[in-house]
C-alpha cells in the first residue's frame, strides 16, 4: 500500500481537499500508476457540481493526467513498471463489439462498473482516513498514484513532457478527434465552432489540419479570440454583438450555412444554433459539450428533412499517435496551456477555468 496525496471530493459544492490516502496495489489486470501532471475539466467541475447523476461521493476526481507506471498486477502485458502512460477514460478492451467496430471508440467493457466509481472487480483502491474512496471515470487523476485497469492505459512516447501531453487524455484528443474523424472535416470547407474554451481550439486545430478554407469561432467572451486565431479562426464573432439568433447571421455570412458546426460548450440552446447554422442539404453538426442531466435537445424535423446531420462525438482520438504527432510538430499541445499550478493549488485551478482563463 502506497501512502500519497490526493485531491478528495468530500461532497458535491465543496472545494477539494488535500488529503494523505492508501492507494491498494494493483490487482489482475490493473496497473498502478505515479501521476506526474494531471489537467483540470469542466467535467470534473459538472460532477463536482452535484448535477452528475453518475456522481457518487467521497471521490478522487481527474481524468487528463499523464504519469510512469509504478506497478502492475497480474496478467497485465500491455504496459510494465517504468513505461510512460496515459490513463483513458473511455477504455480500448479490444474484444467488445463496440471495439471491433471500426465506427466507434465507446468500449462498454467496463462501463457499469467505472460509472458507479469501482475498479472492474466491485471495489475501490482508495482510502482515506478509514473510508473508502470512490475512482472518477476510471482513471482519478488527481492523486500522486492511482489504479486503473489494464484496458484504460495508453503507453506513449517516454520523451514527451507529461506536464504538457496529459491534455490529450480528454480535451484535446475530443476537440481535435470531432473535426477530422467525426465530421471528417473536408478541404475547402466552411466551419463553425460555438466555444473557444480547450475543446473549442482543438477543434479548430483539427478542422484547419483537414484543411477548412474558413473557421468562424463563436464565444461572447472577446479574450479568447486571439488564442482562437492562432489555433486557426480566420474570423471570431459575438452573439452578444447581433439584433437576430447567431444562426441566421451564420447563415447569412456563409451565403446559406456552414458545411460544419461544433458545440463545445454544452448549452441545448446552442446546440440548436449550431445545427441551424448548418448548410441546407450537406451541413452536419457535431455535439461535443456535455449539457447537465435531465436536458433535452430541439429543433423543428424540417432542418433534418432538408438534409442537416445532428452528431455526437466523445474522446475523438488514438492518443499514442496524437502523443506523436505532437512530438512531431503536426498538433500544438503546450499553446493550450494558460497557467501550471502545483497540485495543493489545485481549487485555483477550478476558479481560473470557470472564470474563463
Known amino acids: 500500500v502506497i501512502k500519497c496525496k490526493a485531491a478528495v471530493a468530500w461532497g458535491a459544492g465543496k472545494p477539494l481537499s488535500i488529503e494523505e490516502v492508501e492507494v491498494a496495489p494493483p490487482k489482475a489486470h490493473e496497473v498502478r500508476i505515479k501521476i506526474v501532471a494531471t ?14 447523476p453518475e456522481g457518487c461521493f467521497p471521490v ?51 462501463r457499469i462498473t467505472q460509472g458507479k466509481g469501482l475498479m472492474p472487480d466491485g471495489t475501490s483502491r482508495f482510502t482515506c482516513k478509514g473510508k473508502q474512496i470512490y475512482h472518477f471515470m476510471g482513471t482519478s487523476t488527481f492523486s500522486e498514484y492511482t489504479v486503473v485497469a489494464d484496458i484504460s492505459v495508453a503507453k506513449i512516447d517516454a520523451a514527451a513532457p507529461l506536464d504538457k501531453v496529459c491534455l490529450l487524455g480528454c480535451g484535446i484528443s475530443t476537440g481535435y478527434g470531432a473535426a477530422v474523424n467525426t465530421a471528417k472535416v473536408e478541404p475547402g470547407s466552411t466551419c463553425a465552432v460555438f466555444g473557444l474554451g480547450g475543446v473549442g481550439l482543438a477543434v479548430i486545430m483539427g478542422c484547419k489540419i483537414a484543411g477548412a478554407s474558413r473557421i468562424i469561432g463563436i464565444d461572447i467572451n472577446k479574450d479568447k479570440y486571439a488564442k482562437a486565431k492562432e489555433f486557426g479562426a480566420t474570423e471570431c464573432i459575438s452573439p452578444q454583438d447581433f439584433q437576430k439568433p447567431i444562426q441566421e447571421v451564420l447563415v447569412e455570412m456563409t451565403d446559406g450555412g456552414v458545411d460544419y458546426s461544433f458545440e463545445c460548450i454544452g448549452n441545448v440552446g446552442v446546440m440548436r444554433s449550431a445545427l441551424e447554422a448548418c448548410h441546407k442539404g450537406w451541413g452536419v453538426s457535431v455535439i461535443v459539450g456535455v449539457a447537465a442531466a435531465g436536458q433535452e435537445i430541439s429543433t423543428r424535423p424540417f432542418q433534418l428533412v432538408t438534409g442537416r446531420t445532428w452528431k455526437g462525438t466523445a474522446f475523438g482520438d488514438n492518443v499514442p499517435k496524437l502523443v506523436t504527432d505532437y512530438m512531431s510538430k503536426k498538433i500544438k499541445v503546450d499553446e493550450f496551456v494558460t497557467h501550471t499550478l502545483p497540485f495543493d493549488k489545485i481549487n485555483e485551478a477550478f476558479e481560473l477555468m470557470h472564470s474563463g482563463k
Not at 489537467?39 to 452528475?52: E, R
Not at 499523464?66 to 483513458?88: M, R
Open 39 to 52: 489537467a483540470v475539466c469542466h467535467t470534473d467541475a459538472y460532477t463536482l457540481s452535484g448535477a452528475d
Open 60 to 110: 478522487i476526481l481527474g481524468h487528463e493526467g499523464a504519469g510512469i507506471v509504478e506497478s502492475v498486477g497480474e496478467g497485465v502485458t500491455k504496459v510494465k513498471k517504468g513505461d510512460t502512460v496515459i490513463p483513458l477514460y473511455i477504455p480500448q478492451c479490444g474484444e467488445c463489439k463496440f471495439c471491433k467496430n471500426p465506427k466507434t471508440n465507446l468500449c462498454q467493457k467496463i
